[in-house]
């Protein structure tokens, strides 16, 4: 647990909000008990600092969701759902994330300005983010492998396994998606190539980039 | 083990490989320079085509290349006639491929026995060797059953096993959890990773991210040339490479 995760690109607006509330559902916490157990079912990857936690604990309060449930043995005031705080946590399992506004992604603005602002070296662009994707993907696979050495059938370690995998595929989904752009831009290439070309000689010209046209030939010879 | 770190137990220089003649030329490698050390798992990444298959052959004594070197633990495979690599391969080198070529006819202790016994060692220390190796990928219990009595996750272990008896320690995989779920192919790339980890080299060819991120370093192949590299250098700075893309 705590293990040095790399961040994110884009860091997901988690809703601290219903995730103390649903930790409540479980038994009344104090605050900075909320944010240990917070941060041990989702290893870290989503810091939350202790004064966002009370914050969000006097908002809670002040909109009748949480009540204090008095001190324990050490003198921590711990905190325990109302009625409509129940209701409150029922509801957002029930209810999917909403998946209507896609969330910015920098890689893909920077994409798309890269294919359009002439000057701009997509190829090596591409292939830059991919070796960095990778990187974190390992980093992630490595977390992942000595997560998996450890025995603990613990609860919160599957969910810190979870967390791990959402971050595994979202970084292979990104990988995937850019071979799939440089194919398509590869394919453009030829295509311009092609036009140019074609009425000056035969399409078989070279003038395509070399590794695509190798590529075409090689399964046309097939 | 770790002792033998400085070695390469695979080393390509400047390999090329042309297919057909002429007109019909086809470079599947153009000038690959590529080494895998013990205990090290090597990824090579590339979509259909970019020569990572060939590249697996070529390092596997396989096939020949048309110029350059090619080392399996020191010993140039192109320097040697065909029965010594031959033997090359047999003693040095574990082959993974995706569809686990077993024999239906044999069990699995007899399919992970075979390779010993073609190198002439005796029949009751092949089968001890191979029930150690069944072990080690934790099917000994199924060593008397047939391929086709096990699921595809067993065979492949099964496989896994074959390529890794009698010491070898070069072991080359071909999408070896392609025809796996991916619960299963994780299990499969545990064990390779764990059979990396007590010394032996691998080399993982895939085209899957999520399989190539299981090795240390990640080779990127397009057009049968290496267009990249990832996981030599520090974590953090390609961390902070990362976030500014």
């Avoid at chain 1, 890689?107 to 294919?115: F, G, N, R």
């Avoid at chain 2, 770190?5 to 003649?21: Q, S």
């Avoid at chain 2, 033997?87 to 070529?101: A, H």
């Avoid at chain 2, 099964?158 to 008896?165: F, K, L, M, P, Y």
């Amino acid at each position: 647990m705590g293990a040095v995760l790399p961040a994110p690109r884009e860091e997901p607006t988690v809703s601290v909000k219903h995730a103390l509330l649903s930790l409540l559902e479980q038994e009344p916490m104090y605050g900075y008990q909320l944010r240990q157990e917070f941060e041990s079912r989702t290893g870290g990857t989503w810091p939350l600092n202790v004064g966002q936690v009370y914050t969000t604990l006097t908002r809670l309060e002040r909109d009748g969701l949480v009540e204090a449930a008095g001190e324990d043995e050490d003198g921590h005031e711990r905190w325990r759902l109302t009625e409509s705080g129940h209701e409150e946590v029922a509801t957002w399992f029930t209810t999917p994330v909403a998946r209507t506004q896609p969330p910015r992604d920098e890689l893909a603005i920077k994409l798309a300005l890269a294919v359009t602002v002439p000057g701009v070296d997509v190829g090596t662009l591409i292939q830059r983010q991919r070796s960095a994707s990778m990187t974190a993907l390992q980093d992630y696979t490595r977390l992942k492998r000595q997560a998996g050495a450890e025995t603990s059938p613990a609860r919160a370690d599957l969910a810190w396994g979870l967390v791990l995998d959402s971050l595994v595929f979202a970084a292979e989904a990104e990988i995937r998606w850019l071979d799939h752009c440089e194919t398509r831009l590869r394919r453009a290439a030829v295509q311009d190539a092609g036009t140019t070309t074609a009425a000056r000689s035969a399409p078989t010209s070279e003038m395509a980039p070399a590794s695509a046209s190798v590529d075409r030939r090689k399964g046309a010879r097939r | 083990m770790s002792a033998d770190l400085g070695t390469a137990a695979l080393r390509l220089l400047d390999v090329h490989r042309v297919h057909g003649e002429g007109e019909a030329q086809v470079h599947a490698l153009r000038g690959v320079t590529f080494a895998a050390h013990p205990g090290e798992l090597v990824a090579v990444m590339g979509p259909s085509g970019s020569g990572k298959s060939t590249l697996l052959t070529i390092a596997g004594g396989l096939d020949e290349p048309s110029s350059g070197v090619v080392e399996v633990e020191g010993v140039d495979l192109t320097a040697l006639d065909r029965s010594e690599r031959a033997r090359m391969r047999r003693t040095s080198v574990g082959y993974v491929f995706q569809g686990f070529n077993l024999i239906p006819a044999l069990t699995a202790v007899e399919n992970v026995a075979l390779p010993r016994e073609l190198d002439g060692v005796r029949a009751s220390r092949a089968r001890r060797e191979a029930m150690q190796a069944l072990e080690e990928v934790g099917i000994a219990a199924l060593a008397d059953r047939f391929p086709d009595d096990m699921s595809g996750g067993q065979q492949q272990r099964v496989a896994i096993a074959r390529a890794v008896v009698g010491e070898r320690r070069l072991v080359l995989a071909d999408e070896p959890t392609g025809a796996l779920d991916s619960e299963t192919g994780e299990e499969i790339l545990r064990l390779l990773r764990a059979r990396c980890d007590a010394g032996a080299a691998g080399v993982l060819v895939t085209h899957e991210a999520r399989h190539a991120a299981w090795a240390d370093r990640v080779v990127f192949l397009r057009d049968g040339v290496v267009v990249d590299e990832s996981g030599s250098a520090p974590v953090e700075d390609l961390l902070g490479a990362g976030r500014l893309g």
